[in-house]
């Protein structure tokens, strides 16, 4: 186990739905990533997010938006769902700062089904 | 974005050695390889990196040649727990993106 928790597991939501993903980093970690996981693909990195502020951004439109909070826990908001959005989403957390190795620690993550 | 080449299933023996190559022939001097697995239904998993020189840790060993345009990782004795999705990654100090690709499905069999 990574200490990284993710919830909901599982939900259904209808097109045009919004969502709310939750993340919990593991402890002494400050920085998380949120991965995009399509089924019979590999992880698609959506954004990171470092001192409550987004620290880069992949390939995704801005319905999909997040939130750090102090405690570096997170959210991944995603507004006007799409049937496309049907993934399995997954949070990433690591350490940025010196020492820093490049080592993400996944949670299991939250599988998303839109109807 | 794909910078690394891996072939999409192998297959390997229990209490075998599973060899899983990967070719990554553009990589820049400031990259490193990682390898990360994911095992049915959960997160990945971090297994090893390496920049140059080879590297082992309680999981695997990341063999790399020298001028670092593949590398093969190595499970020296597959257990049918390491049937898995392997994703061979490159990516720059400093970067924060991971670039998975689609990654090797080894299936350890009896």
């Known amino acids: 186990e990574t200490g990284v928790t993710q919830s909901p597991t599982h939900l259904i939501k209808t097109r045009g739905q919004q969502v709310t993903l939750r993340c919990s980093s593991q402890?002494?970690?400050?920085?998380v990533s949120w991965y995009q996981q399509a089924l019979g693909q590999g992880p698609q990195f959506i954004f990171q997010?470092?001192?409550?502020?987004?620290?880069g951004r992949g390939n995704f439109p801005p319905r999909f938006s997040g939130l750090q909070f102090p405690n570096y826990s997170s959210e991944l908001n995603v507004n006007a769902l799409e049937l496309d959005d049907s993934a399995l989403y997954l949070c990433?957390?690591?350490?940025f700062g010196e020492g820093r190795t490049g080592e993400l620690f996944f949670g299991e993550g939250s599988r998303l089904t839109v109807l | 974005d794909a910078k690394t080449t891996q072939p999409p299933s192998m297959d390997c023996a229990e209490g075998r050695a599973a060899n899983l190559p990967c070719n990554h022939s553009?990589?820049?001097?400031?990259?490193?390889v990682y390898w990360y697995r994911q095992i049915h239904s959960q997160g990945p998993q971090y297994i090893i990196h390496?920049?140059?020189n080879n590297e082992t840790n309680e999981m695997a060993s990341l063999i790399i040649t020298e001028d670092r345009k593949s590398s093969t990782l190595i499970l020296p004795h597959a257990t049918l727990r390491d049937t898995a999705v392997y994703y061979c990654?490159?990516?720059?100090?400093?970067?924060?993106?991971?670039?998975f690709g689609t990654g090797t499905r080894l299936t350890v069999i009896p």
């Open positions: 990433a957390s690591s350490w």
């Open positions: 402890s002494g970690h400050n920085t």
């Open positions: 997010y470092y001192r409550e502020e987004e620290n």
């Open positions: 553009t990589i820049s001097g400031n990259e490193y």
């Open positions: 390496g920049l140059k």
């Open positions: 990654i490159v990516i720059a100090t400093g970067a924060n993106n991971l670039f």
